[in-house]
């Protein structure tokens, strides 16, 4: 009886220590499946902000309102010749003198009244009178005058605290640089046309009249008779050239005198009178690339000495054909126009040095400068 006893125990708590922990552990909970979502459409793409536009063909408006005031118009009365004639007590026919009325631009530079503008605007006038862009008139003098540059001073009477232009640097004028020319042309009272430079230094352009030196700017803004004398001024307002010339078979092909040439002319403008130029009393020519090797010369520029007027300053000052001039006074010599600008500079009477090349051997004259001949 214990004996089973003891065995009915032993088999409950077996059965108690087989169920400790061993309830069932709760199931875990169902992962959830992957939901895939649907793509969102693409968002068009930003444009960009615009550049804003860019004026091609900006406006002068400003600029030529603060310079027309100083642009002139000027008037004059020369003598001529009529189709008529009277007989002298002899019976001689002499032709009838007339007065002829032209007109042409000039520009102010000086709040007293100093104008600016070509010789041939008042060559040989009898009468000149300007007029201002507000309709006021004033008699005006030449006080100095130069046929070889084409250059005339004028003085107004009785001005003052009048607008002026300033004068820039034609050396910093580029080709393709924009350029205003303003004027009078034909009549047409403070014209403006614009246009670019189309190219510097412009020689050897056939003109009638007096003229020597030439160092053109050409350009394509409108020039016609009329406009001769008035300035050709960049974006700023500088003035860079006096409009002088037009071909008469071309369209878009102005000339003007670069300001930096009236510049070095304007303190013997001042002086009075017209200007008497210097001269060397000689011919010159380019330097052949071959007579540059042979007389061993390997810096470029320089004018070749191809004839000497007898009796003249280079004569007398000792050159000979075939010297190379490489300077004269304080200036080298780029080339033989050049040359002649520079002499043309000089006062008659001035002794200067100049530098030639003869042979192989350099030399350092002195010449004393001549008048040159009109």
């Known amino acids: 009886m214990n004996r089973d006893k003891h065995l009915f125990i032993v088999i409950v708590l077996s059965s108690l220590l087989a169920g400790v922990g061993c309830e ?73 003198e007339r007065l002829a009325d032209s007109l042409g631009s000039g520009f102010l530079i000086d709040a007293q009244g100093f104008v600016l503008t070509n010789y041939h605007v008042i060559k040989g006038a009898t009468k000149i009178e300007v007029r201002l862009l507000d309709n006021r008139r004033f008699r ?13 001073l004028l003085k107004l009477d009785g001005a003052k605290d009048l607008p002026v232009l300033k004068l820039g640097d034609s050396s910093a004028l580029r080709v393709g640089d924009w350029v205003v020319a303003i004027g009078n042309p034909l009549g047409l009272t403070s014209t403006v046309t614009a246009g670019i430079a189309s190219a510097t230094g412009r020689k050897d352009i056939p003109l009638s009249g007096d003229m020597r030196y030439q160092d053109f700017i050409q350009t394509d803004a409108s020039i016609n008779p009329g406009n001769s004398g008035g300035p050709l001024v960049d974006v700023k307002g500088n003035v860079v050239g006096i409009n002088t010339a037009v071909t008469a078979t071309a369209q878009g092909i102005g000339f003007a005198i670069p300001v930096n040439m009236v510049k070095k002319m304007m303190p013997r ?43 003249g300053p280079a004569h007398r000052g000792q050159l000979l054909p075939g010297d190379v001039i490489l ?48």
């Open 24 to 96: 069932p552990e709760p199931a875990a909970p169902p992962r959830p499946a992957t939901v895939v979502q649907p793509a969102e459409p693409a968002s068009p793409p930003v444009p960009e902000p615009k550049p804003a536009p860019v004026n091609v063909y900006p406006s002068f408006a400003d600029m030529v309102e603060r310079t027309r005031p100083a642009v002139v118009n000027i008037f004059t009365k020369t003598k001529v010749q009529s189709n008529r004639y009277f007989k002298t007590p002899g019976g001689k026919l002499i032709p009838k």
């Open 140 to 152: 005006a003098q030449v006080v100095g005058e130069d046929p070889k540059t084409d250059v005339a």
């Open 269 to 311: 403008l001042k002086e009075g009178g017209r200007i008497k130029h210097a001269w060397l009393g000689i011919y010159v020519d380019e330097v052949p690339n071959g007579l540059r090797k042979q007389i061993g010369l390997t810096e470029s520029g320089g004018a070749l000495v191809k004839g000497i007027v007898k009796g």
């Open 327 to 374: 300077a004269l006074g304080s200036e080298t010599v780029e080339d033989d126009d050049q040359l002649a600008w520079i002499a043309g500079n000089l006062r008659a009477g001035d002794s200067v040095p100049v530098k030639v090349k003869r042979g192989s051997e350099t030399l350092t004259l002195s010449v004393t400068m001549g008048t040159l001949p009109d």
